[in-house]
Antibody, heavy 118, light 107 residues
């Protein structure tokens, strides 16, 4: 059974870079035909797709965040990561990592709350 | 970008009622439309993929239909454990987009 777990600082100062890691167990991020994604959800609001990295290493980003987002993977640690630069209070949200097979997201992390505040 | 319009934003129904949620895309997304259930404090859970296919282990009272731009999600007989927010998601074009959500409550 594939499991995903987000980790990283819960508090980030404005203008700094938010960095989160998703650790995958029960399957390799470098095998199969899967997309490994980041999705966020501000409190009381809907879901926003941030971007994804494919098994091959290719990436896609939401244009609304593209200038500030980098998603990368470390196969040796079976992890993939999110970096979001120049954060503001509007980036405060629960951040989820998730996996899909080119269809619906079957596997999700539990989510991690990141608050942007000085 | 494709726009996803989900309605209603909330509804209240009795146990045993039939509940219907709609999702409309601003352009043809074929059948690349998924439905999720999210309970408070939890990650979303996929219920329906590719418009009408039930994910493994999901009760058969959940169903989906539609193609092109108009999609429907139905709970045939609402149960207390179905209290949640439901989201549609299009998978036809990037960026992947979710609908605004429908909060389902029990009367």
């Amino acid at each position: 059974q594939v499991q995903l777990q987000e980790s990283g600082p819960g508090l980030v100062k404005p203008s700094q870079t938010l960095s989160l890691t998703c650790t995958v167990s029960g399957g390799s991020i470098s095998s199969g035909s899967y997309y490994w994604s980041w999705i966020r959800q501000p409190a009381g609001k809907g879901l926003e797709w941030i971007g994804r990295i494919y098994t091959s290493g290719s990436t896609n980003y939401n244009p609304s965040l593209k200038s500030r987002v980098t998603i990368s993977a470390d196969a040796s640690k079976n992890q993939f990561s999110l970096k979001l630069s120049s954060v503001t209070a509007a980036d405060t949200a629960v951040y989820y990592c998730a996996r899909d097979r080119g269809s619906a997201y079957q596997y999700w992390g539990q989510g991690t709350l990141v608050t942007v505040s000085s | 970008d494709i726009q996803m319009t989900q309605s209603p934003s909330s509804l209240s129904a009795s146990v045993g009622d039939r509940v219907t949620i709609t999702c409309q895309a601003s352009q043809d997304i074929n059948n690349y439309l998924h439905w999720y259930q999210q309970k408070p404090g939890k990650a979303p859970k996929a219920l329906i993929y590719d418009a009408s296919n039930l994910e493994t282990g999901v009760p058969s009272r959940f169903s989906g239909s539609g193609s092109g731009t108009d999609f429907t999600f139905t709970i045939s007989s609402l149960q207390p454990e179905d209290t949640a927010t439901y989201y549609c998601q299009q998978y036809d074009n990037l960026p992947l987009l979710f609908g605004g959500g429908t909060k389902v409550e029990i009367k």
